[in-house]
Nanobody, 114 residues
Framework: QVQLVESGGGLVQPGGSLRLSCAASQIIFGIYTMGWYRQAPGKERDMVARITRDGTTNYADSVKGRFTISRDNAKNTVNLQMNSLKPEDTGVYYC????????WGRGTQVTVSS
């Protein structure tokens, strides 16, 4: 059974940083496009950042220049470094693995507040 387990969320002040990690198991990690998605209260789940199997990245406009996604195919992990956090970055962050189907983790809460 495919498992994606997120970690690294928490409460941070505006301007602060967090690093999210996602550990994948029971998938051929190297062929999947991996991504981070955010769901704010009362809103849909939106793409934050994605990285393809060859390392090509794309970001939501709202996080460009502040967030960096990376992957380690040897360790089956994908990370999201989040800097200069803003209150509007608050939400549940989900790790997603996409190929012929999409698998999701259970999410980790990120709250940006003073």
């Amino acid at each position: 059974q495919v498992q994606l387990v997120e970690s690294g969320g928490g409460l941070v002040q505006p301007g602060g940083s967090l690093r999210l990690s996602c550990a994948a198991s029971q998938i051929i990690f190297g062929i999947y496009t991996m991504g981070w998605y955010r769901q704010a209260p009362g809103k849909e789940r939106d793409m934050v950042a994605r990285i393809t199997r060859d390392g090509t990245t794309n970001y939501a406009d709202s996080v460009k220049g502040r967030f960096t996604i990376s992957r380690d195919n040897a360790k089956n992990t994908v990370n999201l470094q989040m800097n200069s956090l803003k209150p509007e970055d608050t939400g549940v962050y989900y790790c997603g693995a996409q190929w012929t189907t999409t698998f999701w983790g259970r999410g980790t809460q990120v709250t940006v507040s003073s």
